[in-house]
């Protein structure tokens, strides 16, 4: 061995192996930075789902000076009812409420005794044309809407139900009843059969069975059918613009929709009017929330 020029004596050199991060570290660090990741699309999704709602609560408080002066664009100078005021005694806002109510609970009350009805019938029976009917009925849910407004405008105008809450109430019947048939179907396929056996067993009359055992166990079904049937009602807006032209049997999508003129928008009063539609919805959602996530996870175990 040889000394070099600074005096030191070469020989065979070891390198320096690279710092290797634990498994345990590296698996930590990637579960923190996917939860961050998680977080933030939470975050967005809730900024993009929740945000417009705020925005139509903070409008609805505005003073109409302010939306005509600065739009939406700025927050407001000073939070105003004025809007609510104006809304229940300058239009007839009550009636819109009083017409969608009476059409969202006379729908739902329809639908649900006829889609009970058939849903028991296709469950729980075998006949003749069983499988055609479910073909029709799920071909039923594929027509657009607009299909079907002259037919039915030619009905009502025939059976006289134009301009008439009892003529919206069929109309949304007959669009709300399949869905709910086959989602309340879903859940009965569900229940065992041997409940059928054990009935007829004890004696029970076909009838006996529906009313005392197979309606107790179809309650959570019949609330997540009942609250789709509700909002759909209550939201609908097609028919209600196609078949009402007065305001004994407008709706509140309807109200709602005469506060866009040709050369303003009161959004001071459509934001208000958006916001005391929404509370009932959310009210009855909360009220059957349980039940209602029981009823739609139950009826799609089968169908």
């Given at each position: 061995m040889t000394?070099?020029?600074?005096?030191?004596?070469?020989?065979?050199?070891?390198?320096?192996?690279?710092?290797?991060?634990?498994?345990?570290?590296?698996?930590?660090?990637?579960?923190?930075?996917?939860?961050?990741?998680?977080y933030?699309?939470?975050a967005?999704?809730?900024?993009?789902?929740?945000g417009?709602?705020?925005?139509?609560?903070?409008?609805?408080?505005?003073?109409?000076?302010?939306?005509?002066?600065?739009?939406?664009?700025?927050?407001?100078?000073?939070?105003?009812?004025?809007?609510?005021?104006?809304?229940?005694?300058?239009?007839?806002?009550?009636?819109?409420?009083?017409?969608s109510?009476?059409?969202?609970?006379?729908?739902?009350?329809?639908?649900?005794?006829?889609?009970?009805?058939?849903?028991?019938?296709?469950?729980?029976?075998?006949?003749?044309?069983?499988?055609?009917?479910?073909t029709?009925?799920l071909?039923?849910?594929?027509?657009p809407?607009?299909?079907?407004?002259?037919?039915?405008?030619?009905?009502?105008?025939?059976?006289?139900?134009?301009?008439?809450?009892?003529?919206l109430?069929l109309?949304?019947?007959?669009?709300?009843?399949?869905?709910?048939?086959?989602?309340?179907?879903?859940?009965?396929?569900?229940?065992?059969p041997e409940?059928?056996?054990?009935?007829?067993?004890?004696?029970?009359?076909?009838?006996?069975?529906?009313?005392?055992?197979?309606?107790?166990?179809?309650?959570?079904?019949?609330t997540?059918a009942?609250?789709y049937?509700?909002i759909?009602?209550?939201?609908?807006?097609?028919?209600?613009?196609?078949?009402?032209?007065?305001?004994?049997?407008?709706?509140?999508?309807?109200?709602?929709?005469?506060?866009?003129?040709?050369?303003?928008i009161?959004?001071?009063?459509?934001?208000?009017?958006?916001?005391?539609?929404?509370?009932?919805?959310?009210?009855?959602?909360m009220?059957?929330?349980?039940?209602?996530?029981?009823g739609?996870?139950?009826?799609?175990v089968?169908?």
């Amino acid at each position: 061995m040889t000394a070099n020029a600074l005096g030191t004596i070469d020989g065979p050199r070891t390198e320096r192996m690279p710092a290797v991060t634990p498994p345990g570290r590296r698996s930590s660090s990637a579960r923190r930075v996917g939860r961050v990741g998680l977080y933030v699309l939470i975050a967005g999704w809730m900024i993009a789902t929740i945000g417009p709602y705020l925005v139509m609560l903070l409008t609805s408080f505005t003073p109409n000076q302010d939306l005509v002066a600065n739009g939406m664009s700025k927050l407001p100078s000073a939070l105003s009812v004025q809007g609510y005021v104006e809304l229940f005694t300058t239009t007839p806002f009550l009636a819109y409420m009083r017409n969608s109510l009476l059409a969202a609970l006379g729908t739902v009350v329809l639908s649900l005794i006829v889609a009970s009805a058939a849903a028991i019938s296709l469950s729980r029976f075998r006949f003749r044309g069983r499988g055609a009917l479910l073909t029709v009925l799920l071909i039923a849910q594929l027509f657009p809407a607009v299909l079907l407004v002259i037919p039915l405008s030619t009905m009502l105008k025939g059976a006289g139900l134009l301009d008439t809450t009892a003529g919206l109430i069929l109309v949304y019947t007959t669009f709300a009843t399949p869905f709910a048939t086959y989602l309340l179907k879903g859940f009965l396929d569900g229940l065992p059969p041997e409940l059928d056996e054990a009935a007829t067993v004890d004696g029970c009359t076909k009838f006996q069975m529906v009313r005392h055992i197979l309606f107790p166990l179809l309650r959570p079904g019949l609330t997540a059918a009942g609250t789709y049937i509700f909002i759909f009602s209550w939201n609908e807006f097609l028919y209600a613009l196609t078949f009402t032209s007065s305001t004994k049997s407008q709706t509140i999508p309807i109200g709602l929709q005469l506060f866009i003129g040709d050369y303003q928008i009161r959004w001071d009063l459509l934001t208000a009017g958006g916001v005391i539609a929404a509370v009932p919805v959310l009210l009855g959602f909360m009220l059957v929330q349980k039940q209602l996530i029981g009823g739609l996870a139950a009826g799609a175990v089968k169908g």
